[in-house]
DNA sequence: GGCGCGACTGCATAAATATGTGAAAAACAG
DNA sequence: CTGTTTTTCACATATTTATGCAGTCGCGCC
């Protein structure tokens, strides 16, 4: 093992980058590969800059974290990569997963923990905060369990139904078809819907019930 | 949320058993809801004692901690369980975690770590170590998945903004105003948005949106 | 039986969204 | 510098949504 470190990163923030890679370049054993504001060209960069850990940032404009992630893995499966986000956003989480990452850190994650990340991915740890470990161990689907905190948000069967549709992205007149009911019902029964869920429009509606998986 | 932590012990050495007793006893915060040598009454030891959290030893004569932790979670989901034991063996952090672990310590793991571990899954954290961490994430592309759908979407950073927001249930008024700009442009930019995901309704987008992560 | 509730239907109106056409300034790449 | 993409704005129109009010029907419950 090398006693020092190359690290990249890809942020598409430029003050962030800066800052980052300012902070990391003067953490000993550590030394900055290259501080990028895009992963289009992610492969490249590997071969390039050749980094033992990449520090990703998962919202970027172009190609996303994950598409970065998979592409890294996929032509470097040696390389830690981990994952920066500023939201423990469930699905994301598990995609970052299934496509490699090997750690998931939030932005806000102090310098000095990040620092501490980097080493523990070297030595073959998994960085994360706690929230997230605790995203992935539910996401083991074997036994399948309910959050025992949130709201139960008691939908009645038939609303459920038509949540999920929603989540397809049908509209009224298509649920009405499908379920071949009225297009006035459809509408009665998603005002209960938004009742219930505390939202307003059909956007609020969807994205909370995928957020919260109550699909 | 009570201020206080009932912890429950099950571990066959009695000596051990003992000191851990005693050391969390010695915890603020922390009350022993009882110290047992076996799972084998598992479902009546959780309404007997009512513990919050489990500390489960997962060699044990009789029960092993893996059945006792999945009788404990077919009874009360909503206890903590968490594991302890002497190695990092794949097969049973594997079965462990599909029985429903909540998290995954060593029993060599610092008296003061453990305190720390129970707090961190009261909070809803799942303490483990990082090579438990690791092997946890090495347990997922075995599940590979990631829809054969199509193109990386490629959303201009503008785009990809606005889509964010959408996802926020933003109406088109309310990103006009938040952004700044009108609500026209607004409209041609979730136009493009539309035609790049090859989607006709925000419902829609929003959907995709959060199930491939490209917020 | 009377009551409440959930599923269902209908109608009406105001607001928001989808879609097309057109176009100019700015940013960026070759 | 030139062509492409991005971002911005405008106007018009057809649909779709959001919301309120009102009423029928079946079911379990006291």
Redo the contacts between chains.
């Keep these: 093992m090398e006693t020092t470190t190359r690290v990249l990163i890809y942020e ?1 923030n430029a003050d962030l980058r800066a800052s980052l890679s300012q902070l990391l370049a003067g953490a000993p054993g550590l030394v900055m590969a290259g501080a990028l504001g895009n992963c289009t060209q992610a492969e490249a960069d590997m071969e390039r800059l050749r980094p033992d850990v990449v520090l990703m940032d ?2 970027m ?4 974290g ?2 970065g992630l998979r592409r890294i893995k996929a032509v470097v499966p040696g390389i830690q990569v981990v994952m920066l986000t500023v939201f423990e ?1 469930n ?2 989480v598990f ?8 750690g998931y850190l939030l932005k806000k994650t102090p310098p000095g923990r990040l620092i501490e990340a980097i080493g ?1 991915v070297r ?9 997230i ?2 995203q ?2 539910r ?5 399948p ?2 959050a ?2 949130e709201s139960p948000a008691n939908l009645s069967a038939r609303e459920q139904e038509i949540l999920g549709l ?6 009224y007149k298509m649920i009405a078809a499908d379920r071949g009911i009225s297009i006035d019902t459809v509408r009665s029964h998603i005002k209960k819907i938004y009742e219930k869920l505390h ?6 509606a ?2 909370k019930a ?2 919260q998986g109550l699909t």
Tied chains: 1, 2.
């Design positions: 598409d998962i919202d404009p172009g190609c996303t994950i598409e956003e699905d994301r995609d970052a997963i299934c496509a490699g990452a090997d523990e030595a073959g740890g998994a960085p994360m905060t706690p929230a470990a605790r992935v161990l996401l083991f689907p074997k036994v369990r309910r025992p905190d929603l989540v397809e992205g049908y509209s939202v307003r429009s059909m956007t609020e969807v994205s995928l957020r």
